[in-house]
């Protein structure tokens, strides 16, 4: 198997462009191999299987056929399409960043004694030059901890504890439970979803339904009652990382089941569940964690600073319409940065709304931001550990108020902890720059108005 | 007795799967009601086989003692089918 992993299963391969840093492969496997291979995955499958009435290694091979034929199938066709993409990535020279897509593994269908053709679209690295990255200028803004904001992050976290006082008519601020259903103008289905949640805009303006932005929620959907029915038009944001959303006409109908509202937790109570002795002990704790949030935020201004500068020293061509995978990526980039400076669910996404209701400028600039950060990272060689990941875990855990352990395990189930791992990159690769740069303090309100916040 | 009654499932084990290569008798488990004859006619008319001989094994379970006292599983019976030269049954 060794000798058959490292010798070249290429039979044919084409690279063509497919747009601005996409590149399109097309790759044949021949008969033999994947037959090989099919033949490979049966053998080994013979060694180890234990049916019921056979002994280990004595099951006929019809047999293992018949039950996990398509088990096996899959195996080799996995097996094929990762080296075959490997073998051609490395023979094309391509500077691949990322998974390749546009192709899912399940759609490649293997055939024995039939050649293995298949397409797959990777993201390369642009070619560019970088500017200077040494002795740059940075401000930092100076941030501090007033009482006004410990205060403002006590009555933050007794919002979040509080409880659920339910209604029959809603006011402004409550939130609202019911069937959200959403179709296009061709009549298409694209979300029904019973148990969705809508917050009725404490303005009465701009408000977020089924992860899309609607400028005049308020007015649209008005201050139902229970049984109420509100129809909402809103355009599918333009950067939405379902492609079959995006600029359509999109009616979403909303049925309200419940409305409730949060009723604050009582301090002394929280300070209790905190297993504090007074108020003020907890402000104390709530001090030291705006304080870390501090340098979190200082961390961010500067390196908001240096991705300014690299996003406008750097020019290369940018793809005119970002694909529903780069839109998907900026999308998660986005909701770790804000889990990261320790927002809580609901403004992050609502931020994410925001984000996909950006424009086709915005999405394009936070797609340069990331090729010029992969190259940084490649160039001054940054790596991250699984222990720094834990740590940042840990970090991001501590804003939320959760164990290290569960974050970890969320962020390892939904799969976003490759996201930890870019981020981490990132912001490594921008410190070796501010490392290098010159920065010097200022005061918060001559930074351009940015003091620290309870939530940002 | 209805020849799908009368033929449970077949055997598939090492010994089978030997006894299958090398003399074509197949190995079933049948109804404990059912004798030769029926699990001839039963075989000949579900796979469209000749049959030229059965063979028929009683196994009696043994009496095992659980939390709640001693129980006993029925019998099972097992019938072995020997099939003309060149005539097969896909078994799996």
Redesign the interface.
């Known amino acids: 198997m060794a000798d058959t992993a490292q010798a070249d299963i290429l039979k044919n391969f084409t690279v063509t462009d497919s747009g601005p840093s996409r590149k399109r492969l097309e790759i044949e496997v021949a008969a033999e191999t994947v037959d090989q291979r099919l033949r490979d995955s049966v053998d080994t499958l013979l060694e180890e299987a234990e049916l019921p009435g056979f002994r280990r290694g004595r099951v006929p091979k019809a047999l293992l056929e018949k039950r996990f034929g398509s088990n096996i199938k899959n195996e080799a066709r996995n097996q094929i399409v990762a080296e075959a993409y490997q073998q051609a990535v490395e023979k094309s020279g391509l500077k691949v960043i990322g998974d390749p897509f546009g192709t899912q593994l399940k759609d490649i269908e293997i055939v024995a004694g039939k050649p293995l053709k298949f397409g797959l679209d990777v993201e390369v690295q642009p070619e560019f030059t970088l500017p200077p990255l040494e002795g740059l200028e940075l401000k930092r803004p100076v941030l501090e901890v007033s009482d006004t904001l410990v205060e403002e992050e006590l009555t933050k976290i007794c919002l979040n504890e509080g409880s659920l006082e339910s209604h029959d008519s809603s006011k402004a601020g409550d939130y609202l439970t019911g069937n959200a259903r959403m179709v296009d103008q061709d009549g298409v289905e694209h979300y029904n979803i019973e148990g969705a949640v809508v917050q009725c805009p404490p303005d009465g303006g701009k408000g977020m339904i089924l992860g899309v932005l609607v400028g005049d929620l308020g007015k649209q959907l008005g201050l139902p009652k229970i049984g109420d029915s509100a129809t909402i038009s809103v355009k599918g944001p333009e950067q939405h990382e379902v492609e079959a959303l995006r600029g359509k006409d999109l009616t979403i109908t909303f049925e309200v089941t419940s409305i409730d509202k949060i009723i604050p937790l009582d301090r002394q109570e929280l300070v209790t569940r905190f297993g504090l002795e007074s108020e003020d002990a907890l402000k104390d704790r709530l001090r030291e964690r705006l304080e870390q949030r501090v340098k979190v935020q200082q961390a961010t201004a500067l390196r908001q600073q240096v991705a300014r500068y690299l996003l406008e020293n750097v020019q290369f061509p940018l793809p005119e319409r970002i694909t529903a995978f780069q839109a998907a990526r900026a999308m998660e980039r986005r909701r770790m940065e804000l889990m990261y400076r320790g927002m809580d669910n609901l403004e992050i996404e609502q931020h994410v709304a925001e984000l996909r209701a950006a424009s086709a400028a915005e999405a394009s600039q936070n797609l340069k931001l990331f090729f010029i950060l992969n190259r940084v990272a490649e160039d001054m060689d940054v790596n991250v550990s699984e222990n720094e990941a834990r740590q940042r875990v840990a970090q991001m855990a501590f804003e939320r108020g959760m164990r290290p352990e569960q974050m970890f395990n969320e962020l390892r189930q939904s799969d976003r902890l490759q996201s930890v791992f870019l981020q981490i990159r990132e912001h490594k690769a921008l410190d070796a720059i501010i490392g290098k740069a010159k920065v010097t303090d200022t005061a918060a309100s001559e930074f351009g108005g940015q003091g620290v916040q309870a939530t940002d | 007795m209805h020849p799908s009654t009368v033929i449970k499932k077949p ?4 010994r ?2 030997a006894t299958m290569a090398e003399d074509n008798r197949f190995t079933f488990l049948v109804d404990r009601r059912a004798d030769k004859t029926a699990i001839k006619h039963a075989v000949e008319s579900l796979y469209g086989v000749k049959v030229l001989g059965v063979t028929t094994q009683v196994r009696k379970s043994r009496e095992r003692r659980l939390k709640y006292g001693y129980v006993q599983a029925p019998p099972t019976k097992k019938a072995v089918v020997r099939l003309a030269e060149g005539q097969s049954i896909e078994l ?1």
């Open positions: 055997i598939v084990t090492e089978s799967t799996f």
